[in-house]
Nanobody, 124 residues
Framework: QVQLVESGGELVQAGGSLRLSCAAT????????MGWFRQVPGKEREFVAV????????SYTDSVKGRFTISRDNAKNTVYLQMNSLKPGDTAVYYC?????????????????WGQGTQVTVTS
């Protein structure tokens, strides 16, 4: 069973950049497509980005296209979310997610494993 631990969340000014990391334990990391979601208090968890098993395919929610980049390193059992041109609206708890079946199902919220979350706060 894979376990996920996020890191990299912090307070940053609008226009700045952050890179989130999600380290996975276990030997089957490459069996999972990986993604990021985010959630603000009082709202549902929202899909942000997904990457396929070997990293060849990525997909993003419209609000982050051109600003965020998801990538993975299977040798390091880690998935990343590079966030540029951050806006106050990006403020949220960011969760790493793993899914066995497909990137499209992960994006739809069909997730097998969740991380514990990391807080990103963007000030204006």
């Amino acid at each position: 069973q894979v376990q996920l631990v996020e890191s990299g969340g912090e307070l940053v000014q609008a226009g700045g950049s952050l890179r989130l990391s999600c380290a996975a334990t276990g030997r089957t990391f490459s069996s999972y497509c990986m993604g990021w979601f985010r959630q603000v208090p009082g709202k549902e968890r929202e899909f942000v980005a997904v990457v396929s098993w070997r990293g060849g395919t990525t997909s993003y929610t419209d609000s982050v296209k051109g600003r965020f980049t998801i990538s993975r390193d299977n040798a390091k059992n880690t998935v990343y979310l590079q966030m540029n041109s951050l806006k106050p609206g990006d403020t949220a708890v960011y969760y790493c997610a793993a899914a066995l079946k497909s990137p499209s199902l992960l994006a739809a919220g069909v997730v097998d494993i969740w991380g514990q979350g990391t807080q990103v706060t963007v000030t204006s």
